[in-house]
């Protein structure tokens, strides 16, 4: 079983930057898929993309394309989100999850989840 824990949250205003982290502990990430999602206040928790740890292949849902990059940290078992040009549309709690296998599968069986970090975009 693996642990996920996110951190790079706050308060940016809008067209600023920020950068999520999801570290990884108890296994490595070796053949998982990481995904980052968000649930803003009110809404359904959605995807915002995918990358397959052990060969950095990427994937973005539409909405976020352009804009956001997921990435393969530094450090071994971490994935980092890099948001930029943010709007106040994307203001939500962020989540990683972590599954072995390929981002292709869009269910949610049997994903480890961390609990979140919030990004809250105003001036």
């Known amino acids: 079983q693996v642990q996920l824990m996110e951190s790079g949250g706050g308060l940016v205003q809008p067209g600023g930057s920020l950068r999520l982290s999801c570290v990884a502990s108890g296994r490595t990430l070796d053949y998982y898929a990481v995904r980052w999602f968000r649930q803003a206040p009110g809404k359904e928790r959605e995807a915002v993309a995918c990358i397959h740890y052990s060969d950095g292949t990427k994937y973005y849902e539409d909405y976020v394309k352009g804009r956001f990059t997921i990435s393969r940290g530094d450090v071994k078992n971490v994935v980092d989100l890099q948001l930029n040009r943010l709007k106040p549309e994307d203001t939500a709690v962020y989540y990683c999850?972590?599954?072995?296998?390929?981002?292709?599968?869009?269910?949610?069986?049997?994903?480890?989840w961390g609990k979140g970090t919030l990004v809250t975009v105003s001036s």
């Open positions: 999850a972590a599954r072995y296998g390929l981002c292709s599968r869009r269910d949610l069986n049997d994903m480890n």
